[in-house]
Antibody
Protein backbone atom coordinates (compact mmCIF):
# COMPACT_ATOMS: atom_id res chain seq x y z
CA UNK A 1 0.00 0.00 0.00
CA UNK A 2 1.08 3.58 -0.58
CA UNK A 3 2.98 5.08 2.35
CA UNK A 4 4.44 8.54 2.76
CA UNK A 5 6.44 9.25 5.90
CA UNK A 6 7.75 12.73 6.67
CA UNK A 7 10.67 13.49 8.96
CA UNK A 8 12.81 16.45 9.95
CA UNK A 9 10.28 18.71 11.64
CA UNK A 10 11.05 20.59 14.84
CA UNK A 11 11.48 23.96 16.48
CA UNK A 12 13.73 26.41 14.64
CA UNK A 13 14.63 30.05 15.20
CA UNK A 14 13.55 32.71 12.69
CA UNK A 15 16.04 33.02 9.85
CA UNK A 16 17.44 29.51 10.32
CA UNK A 17 17.13 26.62 7.84
CA UNK A 18 15.44 23.26 8.11
CA UNK A 19 15.13 20.29 5.76
CA UNK A 20 12.16 17.96 5.60
CA UNK A 21 12.22 14.54 4.00
CA UNK A 22 9.39 12.30 2.82
CA UNK A 23 10.08 8.59 2.35
CA UNK A 24 7.75 6.96 -0.16
CA UNK A 25 6.87 3.30 -0.57
CA UNK A 26 4.22 1.09 -2.12
CA UNK A 27 4.23 2.70 -5.56
CA UNK A 28 6.62 3.62 -8.37
CA UNK A 29 7.89 6.86 -6.87
CA UNK A 30 9.85 7.83 -9.99
CA UNK A 31 6.65 7.85 -12.03
CA UNK A 32 4.80 10.52 -10.07
CA UNK A 33 5.01 14.24 -9.45
CA UNK A 34 5.03 15.04 -5.74
CA UNK A 35 3.86 18.02 -3.72
CA UNK A 36 4.32 19.65 -0.36
CA UNK A 37 1.20 21.07 1.32
CA UNK A 38 1.23 22.83 4.68
CA UNK A 39 -1.40 23.67 7.23
CA UNK A 40 -0.97 26.41 9.82
CA UNK A 41 -2.70 25.90 13.18
CA UNK A 42 -6.46 26.32 12.80
CA UNK A 43 -6.23 27.08 9.07
CA UNK A 44 -7.01 25.29 5.83
CA UNK A 45 -4.32 23.53 3.83
CA UNK A 46 -1.99 25.68 1.69
CA UNK A 47 -0.17 24.28 -1.31
CA UNK A 48 3.60 24.92 -1.11
CA UNK A 49 5.50 23.31 -4.00
CA UNK A 50 5.47 20.60 -6.66
CA UNK A 51 8.23 18.69 -8.44
CA UNK A 52 7.85 16.68 -11.63
CA UNK A 53 8.45 12.93 -11.72
CA UNK A 54 12.04 13.38 -12.91
CA UNK A 55 12.84 16.52 -10.95
CA UNK A 56 13.19 18.67 -14.05
CA UNK A 57 10.30 21.00 -13.24
CA UNK A 58 9.60 22.72 -9.93
CA UNK A 59 6.97 25.27 -8.98
CA UNK A 60 6.39 27.18 -5.77
CA UNK A 61 3.77 29.21 -3.95
CA UNK A 62 4.57 32.93 -3.95
CA UNK A 63 4.78 32.81 -0.14
CA UNK A 64 7.84 30.54 -0.23
CA UNK A 65 9.44 31.32 -3.59
CA UNK A 66 13.13 32.10 -3.24
CA UNK A 67 13.29 30.61 0.27
CA UNK A 68 12.17 26.98 -0.16
CA UNK A 69 13.59 24.36 -2.52
CA UNK A 70 11.86 21.11 -3.43
CA UNK A 71 13.96 18.19 -4.64
CA UNK A 72 13.84 14.43 -4.95
CA UNK A 73 16.11 11.40 -5.07
CA UNK A 74 14.37 8.71 -7.08
CA UNK A 75 17.09 6.19 -6.21
CA UNK A 76 16.10 6.57 -2.56
CA UNK A 77 12.35 7.08 -3.12
CA UNK A 78 12.61 10.28 -1.12
CA UNK A 79 11.21 13.79 -1.51
CA UNK A 80 12.81 16.80 0.19
CA UNK A 81 11.90 20.35 1.15
CA UNK A 82 14.79 22.64 2.01
CA UNK A 83 13.48 25.65 3.91
CA UNK A 84 15.67 28.71 4.37
CA UNK A 85 15.17 32.07 6.06
CA UNK A 86 12.23 30.69 8.02
CA UNK A 87 9.60 33.07 9.36
CA UNK A 88 7.02 32.78 12.11
CA UNK A 89 4.33 32.51 9.46
CA UNK A 90 5.94 29.32 8.14
CA UNK A 91 4.86 27.55 11.34
CA UNK A 92 2.65 24.68 10.17
CA UNK A 93 2.29 20.96 9.72
CA UNK A 94 3.98 20.07 6.45
CA UNK A 95 2.58 17.18 4.43
CA UNK A 96 3.99 15.47 1.38
CA UNK A 97 1.22 14.42 -0.96
CA UNK A 98 0.85 12.57 -4.23
CA UNK A 99 -1.36 14.31 -6.77
CA UNK A 100 -3.58 12.41 -9.18
CA UNK A 101 -3.55 15.21 -11.74
CA UNK A 102 -1.55 18.34 -12.52
CA UNK A 103 -3.11 20.25 -9.61
CA UNK A 104 -4.54 17.45 -7.51
CA UNK A 105 -6.63 16.01 -6.13
CA UNK A 106 -4.35 14.56 -3.50
CA UNK A 107 -5.27 10.98 -2.76
CA UNK A 108 -2.26 10.08 -0.63
CA UNK A 109 -0.81 12.15 2.20
CA UNK A 110 1.89 11.60 4.77
CA UNK A 111 1.20 11.92 8.48
CA UNK A 112 2.73 15.40 8.54
CA UNK A 113 5.79 17.03 10.13
CA UNK A 114 5.32 19.95 12.51
CA UNK A 115 7.59 22.92 11.94
CA UNK A 116 7.55 25.62 14.59
CA UNK A 117 9.45 28.84 13.92
CA UNK A 118 10.03 30.64 17.18
CA UNK A 119 12.78 32.42 19.04
CA UNK B 1 -5.10 32.56 -7.87
CA UNK B 2 -8.59 31.03 -7.69
CA UNK B 3 -10.20 31.74 -4.32
CA UNK B 4 -12.35 29.03 -2.74
CA UNK B 5 -15.01 30.12 -0.25
CA UNK B 6 -16.89 27.62 1.89
CA UNK B 7 -20.10 28.12 3.81
CA UNK B 8 -20.98 27.78 6.53
CA UNK B 9 -17.72 27.92 8.50
CA UNK B 10 -19.29 25.64 11.08
CA UNK B 11 -22.49 23.65 11.40
CA UNK B 12 -24.08 21.67 14.23
CA UNK B 13 -26.10 18.57 13.48
CA UNK B 14 -27.28 15.35 15.04
CA UNK B 15 -26.62 11.74 14.17
CA UNK B 16 -29.01 10.77 11.40
CA UNK B 17 -29.37 14.31 10.00
CA UNK B 18 -28.61 15.35 6.42
CA UNK B 19 -26.06 18.13 6.03
CA UNK B 20 -24.93 20.16 3.02
CA UNK B 21 -21.76 22.25 2.71
CA UNK B 22 -21.23 24.77 -0.08
CA UNK B 23 -18.03 25.77 -1.87
CA UNK B 24 -17.79 28.66 -4.31
CA UNK B 25 -14.89 29.32 -6.67
CA UNK B 26 -13.89 32.85 -7.67
CA UNK B 27 -13.95 31.76 -11.35
CA UNK B 28 -15.17 28.77 -13.26
CA UNK B 29 -13.35 25.54 -12.54
CA UNK B 30 -15.69 23.28 -14.54
CA UNK B 31 -15.78 20.06 -12.46
CA UNK B 32 -12.22 20.27 -11.16
CA UNK B 33 -13.20 20.14 -7.52
CA UNK B 34 -12.30 17.80 -4.69
CA UNK B 35 -13.64 17.43 -1.16
CA UNK B 36 -11.60 16.28 1.84
CA UNK B 37 -12.44 15.24 5.39
CA UNK B 38 -9.97 15.97 8.18
CA UNK B 39 -10.06 14.81 11.77
CA UNK B 40 -7.86 16.32 14.51
CA UNK B 41 -4.24 15.21 14.27
CA UNK B 42 -4.75 13.50 10.92
CA UNK B 43 -4.01 14.34 7.30
CA UNK B 44 -6.90 15.29 5.01
CA UNK B 45 -8.68 12.33 3.44
CA UNK B 46 -9.98 12.53 -0.14
CA UNK B 47 -13.75 11.94 -0.30
CA UNK B 48 -14.89 13.27 -3.68
CA UNK B 49 -13.02 14.17 -6.86
CA UNK B 50 -14.18 15.65 -10.17
CA UNK B 51 -17.00 17.33 -8.20
CA UNK B 52 -19.17 14.22 -7.93
CA UNK B 53 -17.04 11.06 -8.14
CA UNK B 54 -16.84 9.09 -4.91
CA UNK B 55 -13.34 8.02 -3.92
CA UNK B 56 -12.93 4.28 -3.46
CA UNK B 57 -13.84 3.15 0.04
CA UNK B 58 -15.85 6.26 0.92
CA UNK B 59 -19.39 5.51 2.14
CA UNK B 60 -22.21 6.25 -0.28
CA UNK B 61 -23.85 8.66 2.20
CA UNK B 62 -21.33 11.21 0.90
CA UNK B 63 -22.16 12.88 -2.42
CA UNK B 64 -20.94 15.86 -4.38
CA UNK B 65 -22.57 18.03 -6.99
CA UNK B 66 -22.08 21.22 -8.96
CA UNK B 67 -20.00 22.65 -11.76
CA UNK B 68 -18.61 26.00 -12.81
CA UNK B 69 -18.37 28.05 -9.62
CA UNK B 70 -20.86 26.50 -7.19
CA UNK B 71 -20.46 23.11 -5.53
CA UNK B 72 -22.10 21.15 -2.75
CA UNK B 73 -21.03 18.30 -0.49
CA UNK B 74 -23.95 16.42 1.03
CA UNK B 75 -23.83 13.90 3.83
CA UNK B 76 -27.03 11.95 4.31
CA UNK B 77 -27.77 10.24 7.62
CA UNK B 78 -24.79 11.54 9.64
CA UNK B 79 -22.78 8.97 11.53
CA UNK B 80 -20.64 9.67 14.63
CA UNK B 81 -17.44 9.27 12.62
CA UNK B 82 -18.51 12.03 10.19
CA UNK B 83 -17.99 14.83 12.69
CA UNK B 84 -14.84 16.49 11.33
CA UNK B 85 -13.70 19.45 9.25
CA UNK B 86 -14.34 19.44 5.50
CA UNK B 87 -12.33 21.27 2.82
CA UNK B 88 -12.86 21.85 -0.87
CA UNK B 89 -9.95 22.20 -3.30
CA UNK B 90 -9.84 23.36 -6.91
CA UNK B 91 -7.72 21.25 -9.24
CA UNK B 92 -8.32 23.36 -12.38
CA UNK B 93 -5.32 25.65 -12.42
CA UNK B 94 -2.05 26.61 -10.80
CA UNK B 95 -1.73 26.98 -7.88
CA UNK B 96 -4.11 24.47 -6.35
CA UNK B 97 -6.13 26.23 -3.65
CA UNK B 98 -8.27 25.09 -0.74
CA UNK B 99 -11.29 26.49 1.03
CA UNK B 100 -11.02 27.68 4.62
CA UNK B 101 -12.96 24.70 5.94
CA UNK B 102 -16.33 23.81 7.43
CA UNK B 103 -16.35 22.28 10.89
CA UNK B 104 -19.17 19.78 11.40
CA UNK B 105 -19.99 19.51 15.10
CA UNK B 106 -22.34 17.35 17.09
CA UNK B 107 -25.48 19.13 18.27
Amino acid sequence: QVQLVESGGGVVQPGRPLRLACAASGFMFSGYAMDWVRQAPGKGPEWVAVISYDGSQKYYADSVKGRFTISRDNSKNTLYLEMNNLRAEDTAVYYCARPEGDYGPFEFWGQGALVTVSS
Amino acid sequence: DIQMTQSPSSVSASVGDRVTITCRASQSIASWLAWYQQKPGEAPKLLIYAASSLQSGVPSRFSGSGSGTDFTLAISSLQPEDFATYYCQQAKSFPPTFGQGTKLEIK
